[in-house]
Protein backbone atom coordinates (compact mmCIF):
# COMPACT_ATOMS: atom_id res chain seq x y z
CA UNK A 1 0.00 0.00 0.00
CA UNK A 2 1.33 3.83 -0.95
CA UNK A 3 -0.10 6.98 -0.56
CA UNK A 4 -1.06 7.94 -3.81
CA UNK A 5 -1.67 11.76 -3.77
CA UNK A 6 -3.67 14.49 -1.56
CA UNK A 7 -7.37 14.23 -2.53
CA UNK A 8 -8.25 17.59 -0.53
CA UNK A 9 -7.60 20.19 2.08
CA UNK A 10 -10.57 20.71 5.02
CA UNK A 11 -10.04 23.76 6.71
CA UNK A 12 -12.11 24.78 9.29
CA UNK A 13 -13.98 28.29 9.45
CA UNK A 14 -16.65 30.20 12.57
CA UNK A 15 -20.37 28.65 12.28
CA UNK A 16 -22.05 31.15 10.22
CA UNK A 17 -19.51 32.08 7.49
CA UNK A 18 -19.74 30.45 4.82
CA UNK A 19 -21.14 33.33 2.61
CA UNK A 20 -17.39 35.02 3.73
CA UNK A 21 -15.71 31.47 2.35
CA UNK A 22 -17.83 31.60 -0.69
CA UNK A 23 -16.64 35.59 -1.90
CA UNK A 24 -13.27 34.37 -1.19
CA UNK A 25 -12.36 31.15 -2.77
CA UNK A 26 -15.26 31.09 -5.17
CA UNK A 27 -15.29 35.55 -5.69
CA UNK A 28 -11.73 36.15 -5.44
CA UNK A 29 -9.85 32.62 -6.02
CA UNK A 30 -12.09 31.60 -8.74
CA UNK A 31 -12.72 28.19 -7.46
CA UNK A 32 -16.40 27.23 -7.63
CA UNK A 33 -18.52 25.65 -5.22
CA UNK A 34 -19.43 22.67 -5.48
CA UNK A 35 -22.38 20.62 -3.21
CA UNK A 36 -21.89 18.75 -0.61
CA UNK A 37 -23.13 15.26 -0.46
CA UNK A 38 -26.70 15.32 1.06
CA UNK A 39 -25.28 13.45 4.47
CA UNK A 40 -22.70 15.92 5.44
CA UNK A 41 -24.61 19.13 4.11
CA UNK A 42 -26.48 20.05 7.29
CA UNK A 43 -23.07 19.73 9.01
CA UNK A 44 -23.04 23.22 7.45
CA UNK A 45 -19.70 24.44 5.69
CA UNK A 46 -18.92 24.72 1.62
CA UNK A 47 -16.61 22.56 -0.88
CA UNK A 48 -14.75 24.59 -3.80
CA UNK A 49 -13.07 22.39 -6.21
CA UNK A 50 -11.84 22.67 -10.00
CA UNK A 51 -9.84 19.75 -11.02
CA UNK A 52 -7.48 18.63 -8.83
CA UNK A 53 -7.58 21.29 -6.58
CA UNK A 54 -10.29 20.53 -3.99
CA UNK A 55 -10.56 22.84 -0.45
CA UNK A 56 -13.31 21.68 1.87
CA UNK A 57 -14.33 24.17 4.83
CA UNK A 58 -16.06 22.89 7.60
CA UNK A 59 -17.69 24.57 10.58
CA UNK A 60 -15.96 24.50 13.67
CA UNK A 61 -18.07 25.72 16.62
CA UNK A 62 -14.64 26.44 18.60
CA UNK A 63 -13.42 27.74 16.20
CA UNK A 64 -9.37 29.18 16.55
CA UNK A 65 -7.29 30.56 13.45
CA UNK A 66 -4.05 28.68 13.05
CA UNK A 67 -1.19 30.32 13.38
CA UNK A 68 1.20 28.41 10.89
CA UNK A 69 -0.99 25.88 9.21
CA UNK A 70 -1.84 26.57 5.91
CA UNK A 71 -2.34 25.56 2.02
CA UNK A 72 0.29 26.27 -0.66
CA UNK A 73 -1.51 26.88 -3.52
CA UNK A 74 0.27 27.53 -7.41
CA UNK A 75 -1.25 30.66 -9.15
CA UNK A 76 -0.31 32.32 -12.69
CA UNK A 77 0.50 35.33 -11.26
CA UNK A 78 1.48 35.83 -8.06
CA UNK A 79 1.63 39.51 -8.12
CA UNK A 80 -1.65 40.00 -9.51
CA UNK A 81 -3.56 37.54 -6.83
CA UNK A 82 -1.78 39.84 -4.34
CA UNK A 83 -2.51 42.60 -5.66
CA UNK A 84 -6.63 41.52 -6.04
CA UNK A 85 -6.33 40.26 -2.67
CA UNK A 86 -5.56 43.71 -1.79
CA UNK A 87 -7.99 45.30 -3.36
CA UNK A 88 -10.75 43.38 -2.17
CA UNK A 89 -9.20 44.53 1.76
CA UNK A 90 -8.07 40.77 2.14
CA UNK A 91 -4.85 41.43 4.30
CA UNK A 92 -1.66 39.73 3.16
CA UNK A 93 1.98 38.96 4.33
CA UNK A 94 4.84 39.44 2.48
CA UNK A 95 7.66 36.74 3.80
CA UNK A 96 10.91 35.68 2.71
CA UNK A 97 10.78 33.89 -1.07
CA UNK A 98 10.85 30.33 -1.30
CA UNK A 99 13.52 28.46 -3.93
CA UNK A 100 11.38 27.06 -6.74
CA UNK A 101 8.60 29.18 -6.17
Known amino acids: MAVERLDHV ?3 MPSGQEDAAVEFYQG ?7 PKPPHLAARGG ?6 DLKV ?3 VDAEFRPARKAHPALIV ?5 LVA ?5 GVPVVD ?7
Open 76 to 80: SSLEA
Open 46 to 51: CWFERG
Open 28 to 34: LLGVPRV
Open 95 to 101: DEPLDGY
Open 10 to 12: QLA
Open 84 to 88: SLRQA
Open 56 to 58: HVG
